[in-house]
């Protein structure tokens, strides 16, 4: 089966707590703090795998998880960062973030790497904390949350020529013609359900990847028939061989019909460079049509097609060296390279706050808070007064007692609950 369209969801790895440590050796009474940091949590990275070339795998297993950093240690030991964990996807997948749908990645060449994904940070321990008016901290914070994204990922086949044509035109004979490729062939339209790929050998040094496009019906562009869900894989191809069927009742109806298609669906897929053939010429009634559509009509759209029979090999490799001519007059494909992702820096809409009321308290939305919530540690007497005084500067206090905050009100911070004390 072909699987092009998969939705994900990616979990970093939590950064891993700091430490509240004191050296203890003899002959060193007053050794001092040496509670060491947490390690960084794991990265989730895309990478490119040119083994594969589905997206089925996502259908079993929608959800990676990379590993937590380890916690610091005594004797300021920093703890062993989380392994990133490594994702594999074919070439030709892009990746957008499912909230916003904008393009995170476009994936292409083999071993290209994408973080999707960034680690938490590691908490502090308390060595990190002392100062010339507190020497022995009792202060020590959490590990912070990874980044959690859930992704769309799409992938658009990479070819150099793609085939394209009405149902039944004999893209898939050609194709299995060509290259080594062994598409499902039958005399009736649909045959092919999924694109599929061949390599052709042009010589001794040189190959070329050819996709086998599902057939176009009108209307494909609107999602009609199958072409909805296929033209998007024209995209990536750079020349397109354009088939009309020698058997079909009106073969300048069905190159019009192709044409409008590829012109509604956008993209720049008409501007393409189109070499035209009709097939199946080894059949009387494909060469009349041949004669009367191409070869004895001058001002017939198809005057320029190539005759061909993929059946019996008339004139297939030299529609492919004529393609071939026109790919290698083309400019260079520009490198392709994944959009960065933003660092998890607060921004000023994050540094922000705005409190609501709920049920018998109030809820703090902010970014900001939300962090500093999910850091402290609330087993540290340090670390909880050390977070109400950055609740004093941020104006938060202020704003909860403007609007009549009590002792024993619940404050709510994402999914924490806190009571507001004396």
Request: with cysteine; proline share 7%.
């Amino acid at each position: 089966m072909f699987y092009d369209e998969a939705e994900i969801t990616v979990v970093a790895g939590r950064g891993g707590d700091g430490v509240v440590s004191f050296r203890r050796e003899s002959m060193v009474p007053r050794g001092g703090p040496d509670g060491g940091n947490g390690g960084r949590g794991g990265d989730v990275i895309l990478i490119v795998d040119r083994h594969r070339n589905t997206l089925l795998p996502f259908r079993y297993q929608r959800r990676f998880v990379a590993p937590d950093g380890k916690p610091g240690r005594g004797k300021n030991q920093t703890g062993r960062s989380g392994k990133p964990l490594y994702v594999k996807v074919p070439p030709g997948t892009v990746v957008r973030d499912a909230s916003t749908n904008a393009v995170i990645a476009d994936l292409v060449a083999q071993g290209q790497q994408a973080i999707v994904a960034r680690g938490g940070r590691g908490g502090r321990g308390n060595a990190m904390f002392a100062t010339p008016n507190n020497q022995a901290p009792q202060m020590a914070e959490n590990g912070s949350p990874g980044e959690t994204r859930d992704l769309i990922l799409t992938l658009k086949l990479i070819a150099d020529i793609g085939l394209v044509g009405m149902p039944n035109a004999g893209k898939s004979t050609l194709l299995a013609a060509l290259t080594a490729a062994k598409p499902k062939i039958a005399d009736y339209p649909f045959t092919t359900l999924q694109p599929n790929l061949g390599v052709a050998e042009i010589d001794a040094t040189r190959t070329v990847v050819l996709a086998d496009i599902p057939g176009l019906i009108e209307g494909a562009s609107r999602g009609a028939g199958l072409g909805i869900e296929f033209l998007k894989h024209i995209e990536r191809t750079r020349v397109l061989i354009h088939l009309i069927d020698g058997l079909s009742e009106d073969p300048l109806r069905d190159y019009e019909t192709i044409q409008k298609e590829l012109a509604a669906f956008g993209h720049g897929l008409i501007d393409k460079p189109q070499v035209l053939a009709m097939t199946k010429m080894d059949l009387p009634d494909a060469q009349a049509a041949y004669e009367l559509y191409c070869k004895n009509n001058p001002t017939s759209p198809l005057r320029d097609a190539m005759p061909i029979s993929a059946a019996s090999g008339k004139n297939a490799r030299a529609l492919l060296e004529q393609a071939m001519r026109i790919l290698d007059e083309l400019p260079p494909l520009p490198d392709e390279t994944p959009v960065a992702l933003q660092e998890l820096t607060p921004t000023e809409s994050e540094m922000g706050f705005t409190i609501t009321r709920e049920g018998g308290g109030f809820r703090i939305h902010s970014p900001m808070v939300l962090r500093r919530v999910e850091t402290t540690r609330w087993d540290l007497d340090e670390a909880t007064q050390r977070f109400q005084r950055f609740l004093e500067r941020s104006g938060i206090t202020a704003e909860l007692e403007a609007r009549g905050v009590k002792p024993g009100d619940t404050i709510y911070i994402g999914e924490y609950e806190l009571e507001w004390g004396e």
